[in-house]
């Protein structure tokens, strides 16, 4: 069954790049990208979404300050974490928030993992 994954990163080579594995790996399953924080709340309200990922480090609102709005927003939403930064407190934060934390660099293999769960 296809499914929707909103894409959230300021980088639109980031935005890019997942969109590409994810319809190279689920070539029926919609992408929305979000630019921001704001900009995810926004489509988020329009769109029924299945996965998310949030970058953590974006202009304004950062990822792990938007999370819980987007999980009250998409309550059955499965909502991943991207960082290049591997420190404990942004880690203890997601696992705080129910997140799934994916270090990156973003390869295929965690991407799809993330999108097989």
Do not use: Y
Not at 44 to 65: E, N, Q, R, Y
Not at 95 to 117: A, C, G, S
Request: with cysteine; glycine share 2%; aromatic share 4%.
């Amino acid at each position: 069954m296809p499914k929707n994954v909103m894409v959230v990163d300021d980088s639109a080579v980031s935005r890019m790049m997942l969109k590409a594995i994810i319809n190279s790996a689920k070539p029926d399953w919609c992408v929305v990208e979000a630019e921001s924080a704001e900009d995810a709340l926004q489509k988020s309200v329009a769109t029924h979404v299945d996965f998310i990922t949030l970058d953590v480090h974006m202009p304004g609102m950062d990822g792990l300050s938007v999370a819980p709005a987007l999980k009250e927003q998409c309550a059955n939403a499965k909502i991943a974490i991207l960082s290049g930064k591997v420190q404990a407190d942004v880690k203890a934060r997601a696992d705080e928030l129910n997140l799934i934390f994916i270090p990156k660099p973003i390869t295929e293999d965690k991407v799809i993992r993330f999108l097989e769960q």
